[in-house]
């Protein structure tokens, strides 16, 4: 009676864990923006800062435990359900940063835009659990060009 409540609740959290991908995350694991928060004004190009704690950055194709590289997503809608099993698209919205980058000088148009940091294994999928940072809104100023300011 007890191993069969056992065996069933083994069952339940793998189901209830299976709607992302494969490669394990640490409990403590965390991404986040170092140099920005939600509501910040920024220039283009800004420099983006990924801060990661709780594991390690490893370049993609690399799989080594507790490892993962940065993906920025502008723009984009966030990852969930079945996009958390697959690769990240690689796109405008979807930026990879596979040879270990912990930084990034980004062009944005002015007006806002949505910021997200994703981490994904070394085959471009999100960890079990996903480490995501919070996705935060910037206002990029307009600029003239010139050198006035
Ligand atoms: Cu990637």
Redesign the pocket.
């Known amino acids: 009676m007890r191993r069969l409540s056992l065996t069933t609740a083994l069952l339940l959290s793998t189901v209830t864990f299976a709607m992302a991908g494969e490669t394990p995350a640490p409990d403590n694991a965390k991404a986040y923006f170092i140099n920005l928060k939600d509501g910040d004004t920024v220039t283009s190009p800004v420099l983006i800062r990924f801060g990661l704690s709780g594991m390690g950055v490893a370049p993609?194709g690399t799989e080594a435990p507790n490892t993962g590289?940065h993906?920025l997503l502008i723009d984009a809608p966030a990852l969930e359900g079945d996009a958390l099993n697959e690769?990240?698209p690689?796109d405008a919205e979807h930026v990879?940063?596979?040879k270990g980058q912990t930084e990034a000088s980004v062009n944005l148009t002015p007006g806002k835009h949505t910021l997200q940091l994703v981490l994904?294994d070394w085959s471009?999928i999100p960890h079990n659990k996903p480490v995501m940072s919070e996705r935060i809104t910037v206002n990029v100023q307009a600029t003239t060009g010139s050198a006035k300011q």
Request: hydrophobic share 35%.
């Open positions: 993609s590289h993906h690769a990240i690689v990879h940063f596979g994904g471009h």
